[in-house]
């Protein structure tokens, strides 16, 4: 599945995937990777400053996470260009929700708020369910 928002003329677009071999269902842990390519298609470069996610797992508990750049970086990203990245997210439940936003710096010094779309954390198990 492939989940896209455009804020502002920058394009994030996100590709989860469940980890089978990382998760253990039995343990109530579920692992899943994401893919975010972030293209500016601005007439001026942006820097991503910050990121924000809210994550909803299948029994409605909410986890917010804050920091710093992505993945560790501050990338820049020039006009037409993309960046790409990968990240994982531990879950409890076999399913989840996962939204948020970035914060990106224009060349004029200029704040912005950029939309992370809304993305489902799907696994092959049913809440309640042992394997």
Known sequence: M???????DIEVSVRPSFLES??????EHFVWAYEIE???HRRDRIE?????????????????????????KH???????????QSAAPLDTPSGIMVGHYIVK???NRLL?????????????EAGSRH
Do not use: C, Q
Not at 22 to 27: A, K, L
């Open 22 to 27: 990382h998760s253990m269902p039995e343990d």
């Open 38 to 40: 972030i293209a500016n």
């Open 113 to 125: 708020k950029i939309d992370i779309p809304a993305f489902s954390l799907d696994s092959p198990y």
């Open 48 to 72: 991503i400053v910050s990121r924000h996610w809210t994550i909803t797992n299948a029994s409605g508990i909410v986890e917010t996470v804050s920091g710093d750049g992505v993945a560790g």
């Open 106 to 108: 224009t060349d004029d």
């Open 75 to 85: 990338p820049v990203i020039a006009p037409e260009e993309r960046y790409s990245y």
């Open 2 to 8: 492939h989940y896209r928002a455009i804020t502002n």
